[in-house]
């Protein structure tokens, strides 16, 4: 129930039951995935989960000074409408400080689709870290009564390979990474500063304890993970 795979058409997540937000979120990007669909406006609990979880519903975030959180963004699936309603689910959120949501974790996401744009393939993990972030109405660790965690810190991790096959193999030691952490709290408001957050994957690996591109050697992993 603390790593409950989500394995969907658009997304694939770790959900943990008892905070009630992903452990991380993974996606690919390219340019096949974006287009001009309308934006879904309904956000809804995830049936996919068993019975016995809790199911996070949109009401959950109401008047808490949080924001609903999209891990993979909206503007990521866009392709179909059918796709973009399927990111307004609530296992793909996280209560997130609205200035930050808005500011350079979207720089971010925009940066990201740029990327795509020109022809790159993006694959992208985001998620969670802690307890603890300020919001309108100041400090909380959790919300919903204590069904849904309040990340102390949001980051993301990226892979950029220029559009081919059998991507693995053409990872190497020129392969560009981001990645990005960021307190959330109001602090990175402004879209243009994402860079000023930029880290070393392998610092996002310290924090998290996850291993990220583990598919890739591990010679490779260690030139372009320290970056």
């Not at 409950?4 to 690919?28: H, V």
């Not at 925009?110 to 993990?125: C, F, M, Q, S």
């Not at 400090?139 to 069904?147: D, H, L, N, S």
């Not at 109001?186 to 291993?211: I, K, P």
Request: net charge negative; with cysteine.
């Amino acid at each position: 129930p603390h790593n409950y795979l989500l394995d969907k058409p658009q997304f694939c997540a770790s959900y943990d039951r008892d905070k009630g937000i992903p452990n991380w979120t993974s996606w690919q990007l390219n340019s096949t995935w974006l287009g001009s669909a309308t934006r879904e406006t309904v956000y809804s609990s995830d049936n996919t989960l068993p019975p016995s979880f809790y199911h996070v519903t949109t009401s959950d975030y109401s008047n808490t000074g949080f924001s609903r959180g999209h891990m993979c963004p909206s503007a990521d699936r866009l392709n179909t409408d059918a796709n973009n309603t399927a990111l307004f689910v609530m296992t793909n959120m996280i209560p997130q400080n609205q200035a930050n949501n808005q500011g350079a974790w979207e720089g971010l996401e925009n940066y990201e689709r740029t990327l795509a744009i020109v022809g790159n393939v993006i694959y992208i993990i985001s998620g969670g870290y802690g307890a603890g972030g300020t919001g309108l109405n100041g400090y909380a660790e959790t919300i919903a009564g204590g069904k849904v965690t309040v990340p102390k810190k949001i980051w993301k991790v990226m892979i950029v390979l220029p559009a081919g096959t059998n991507d693995i193999s053409r990872v190497t030691v020129s392969t560009r990474t981001i990645a990005m952490i960021i307190n959330n709290d109001s602090t990175a408001s402004d879209q243009n500063s994402w860079g000023t957050y930029r880290v070393s994957v392998d610092s996002v690996e310290s924090l998290t304890g996850y291993d990220f591109f583990s598919d890739v050697s591990p010679s490779i992993q260690a030139v372009i993970e320290a970056k």
